[in-house]
């Protein structure tokens, strides 16, 4: 954080322009992704699903510690290939049109995740035509009930997988059909988990259903995808995913489910990007509307949209500017309560509604924690066409701009 900070006030001295910039830390981010791996079990592996941040610079300090990327489109299929020509690629998503398969078969994508039975059928019928064997996992819809979490992609109707109430049929479909190898089941069935806990009873379901599926068909149970969903807690930045307690107890589950023999895939985006990214925006207004005080930024939720689409606080702090240039007084607030927003024509540019600030003042720098992964990523980047803010990457002694 104290680079960071840094940057933003070395930013300041040298430009007159309001500060407007993603930083990420790719010295955190190469330190945390290594320590979050270094606790699995040997036989559990990590893919970093590239849908969180799919910046180059990012892709390539994973690289060294994770196991490949989980990809989502053809598009990150081939972000996967520029950074490593061999890379692991599993590739997951509803809806993969017949060009998307072919593609996945030609890139050598090492597991295809099939969402539903007419698409196994499809791939099977490419498969064939292409004289090719393709690995896949069939995911599954469980039904649930399921831990608590900010989103749900299973246990409940969605667009996601194959209903468990059908997976008989699918997993007939693939054992007898040969250019197809049903390596085992892909689960990803909640986002934002923050209870250590509950996400090991959730594998214990997983691990419980692939071998009972599995017995009941008679097929050697390779792998299994326990897909991603480790929170960011972005109410309580002091009471994260205790993931080292979820490791140590996983050891124990996997043991005692013997599952050794099974290579058990994780493919979190979040939990591996989130903490290494900050969004600095500069205070260009400060204004009272019907009692309540807003904070204008430079910058909008078309730059950085979770908070909006999340309906959340964003996790914030104040970074002092001593420069002032203008020959008025500067205005500020003093121990209030304040909406921070961007500069888009719509009331729901919000990143922070009704929140403490002990002094504020304009000119001064909102610096957002946490926005290293479904930041820019998932924004409209262009809405209003406002200046794209910078992206710095600071890495050791070097920083580097795009
Ligand atoms: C299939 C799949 N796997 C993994 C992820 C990554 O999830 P998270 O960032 O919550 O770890 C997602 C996110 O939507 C997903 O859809």
Same mark, same amino acid.
């Given at each position: 954080?104290?680079?960071? /900070?840094?940057?933003?006030?070395?930013?300041?001295?040298?430009?007159?322009?309001? /500060?407007?910039?993603?930083?990420?830390?790719?010295?955190?981010?190469?330190?945390?992704?290594?320590?979050?791996?270094?606790?699995?079990?040997?036989?559990?592996?990590?893919?970093?699903?590239?849908?969180?941040?799919?910046?180059?610079?990012?892709?390539?300090?994973?690289?060294?510690?994770?196991?490949?990327?989980?990809?989502?489109? /053809?598009?990150?299929?081939?972000?996967?290939?520029?950074?490593?020509?061999?890379?692991?690629?599993?590739?997951?998503?509803?809806?993969?049109?017949?060009?998307?398969?072919?593609?996945?078969?030609?890139?050598?994508?090492?597991?295809?995740?099939?969402?539903?039975?007419?698409?196994?059928?499809?791939?099977?019928?490419?498969?064939?035509?292409?004289?090719?064997?393709?690995?896949?996992?069939?995911?599954?819809?469980?039904?649930?009930?399921?831990?608590?979490?900010? %989103?749900?992609?299973?246990?409940?109707? +969605?667009?996601?997988?194959?209903?468990?109430?059908?997976?008989?049929?699918?997993?007939?479909?693939?054992?007898?059909?040969?250019?197809?190898?049903?390596?085992?089941?892909?689960?990803?069935?909640?986002?934002?988990?923050?209870?250590?806990?509950?996400?090991?009873?959730?594998?214990?379901?997983?691990?419980?259903?692939?071998?009972?599926?599995?017995?009941?068909?008679?097929?050697?149970?390779?792998?299994?995808?326990?897909?991603?969903?480790?929170?960011?807690?972005?109410?309580?930045?002091?009471?994260?995913?205790?993931?080292?307690?979820?490791?140590?107890?996983?050891?124990?589950?996997?043991?005692?489910?013997?599952?050794?023999?099974?290579?058990?895939?994780?493919?979190?985006?979040?939990?591996?990007?989130?903490?290494?990214?900050?969004?600095?925006?500069?205070? /260009?207004?400060?204004?009272?509307?019907?009692?309540? +005080?807003?904070?204008?930024?430079?910058?909008? +939720?078309?730059?950085?949209?979770?908070?909006?689409?999340?309906?959340?606080?964003?996790?914030?702090?104040?970074?002092?500017?001593?420069?002032?240039?203008?020959?008025?007084?500067?205005?500020?607030?003093?121990?209030?309560?304040?909406?921070?927003?961007?500069? %888009?024509? +719509?009331?729901?540019?919000?990143?922070?509604?009704?929140?403490?600030?002990?002094?504020?003042?304009?000119?001064?720098?909102?610096?957002?924690?946490?926005?290293?992964?479904?930041?820019?990523?998932?924004?409209?980047?262009?809405?209003?066409?406002?200046?794209?803010?910078?992206?710095?990457?600071?890495?050791?002694?070097?920083?580097?701009?795009?």
């Amino acid at each position: 954080m104290r680079k960071v /900070i840094e940057k933003i006030e070395q930013l300041k001295r040298e430009t007159n322009e309001p /500060i407007c910039s993603y930083l990420y830390d790719i010295d955190h981010l190469c330190q945390h992704v290594k320590w979050v791996t270094s606790q699995l079990p040997e036989n559990c592996h990590m893919f970093y699903a590239m849908k969180a941040n799919a910046n180059e610079r990012i892709l390539k300090a994973v690289y060294p510690y994770v196991q490949g990327y989980e990809v989502a489109s /053809i598009g990150e299929v081939k972000k996967a290939r520029a950074i490593h020509a061999e890379v692991p690629v599993i590739f997951g998503g509803p809806g993969k049109t017949d060009e998307e398969l072919e593609n996945a078969i030609s890139e050598n994508v090492q597991l295809l995740h099939v969402e539903s039975l007419h698409e196994l059928k499809r791939l099977s019928f490419i498969a064939n035509k292409w004289k090719r064997n393709v690995s896949i996992l069939l995911r599954v819809n469980l039904r649930g009930p399921f831990p608590s979490a900010t %989103l749900y992609m299973a246990g409940k109707p +969605t667009q996601f997988g194959i209903d468990e109430t059908n997976i008989d049929e699918a997993i007939e479909y693939a054992l007898t059909h040969p250019n197809i190898q049903l390596e085992g089941f892909h689960f990803h069935s909640i986002s934002n988990n923050l209870d250590d806990g509950r996400h090991l009873e959730l594998m214990k379901i997983y691990f419980q259903k692939a071998k009972e599926w599995a017995g009941r068909h008679q097929f050697p149970l390779t792998t299994l995808n326990v897909g991603g969903g480790i929170g960011v807690n972005y109410h309580d930045l002091e009471q994260p995913f205790n993931w080292e307690r979820f490791t140590t107890n996983l050891h124990e589950l996997v043991r005692q489910e013997e599952m050794q023999q099974v290579q058990i895939l994780f493919e979190c985006g979040r939990f591996l990007t989130a903490s290494c990214g900050y969004y600095a925006v500069e205070v /260009i207004d400060i204004k009272e509307n019907h009692g309540k +005080t807003f904070v204008i930024v430079r910058g909008g +939720t078309q730059h950085f949209r979770l908070p909006v689409s999340w309906q959340h606080n964003h996790p914030f702090r104040v970074v002092s500017v001593e420069e002032w240039s203008y020959p008025f007084e500067r205005t500020a607030v003093i121990k209030q309560e304040v909406t921070i927003v961007g500069q %888009l024509c +719509t009331p729901k540019d919000v990143f922070a509604k009704d929140v403490h600030v002990h002094e504020l003042r304009m000119g001064d720098v909102i610096l957002f924690f946490y926005t290293g992964a479904y930041g820019w990523s998932i924004s409209h980047h262009d809405f209003l066409s406002h200046p794209h803010p910078k992206h710095l990457f600071l890495e050791r002694e070097r920083v580097t701009m795009e």
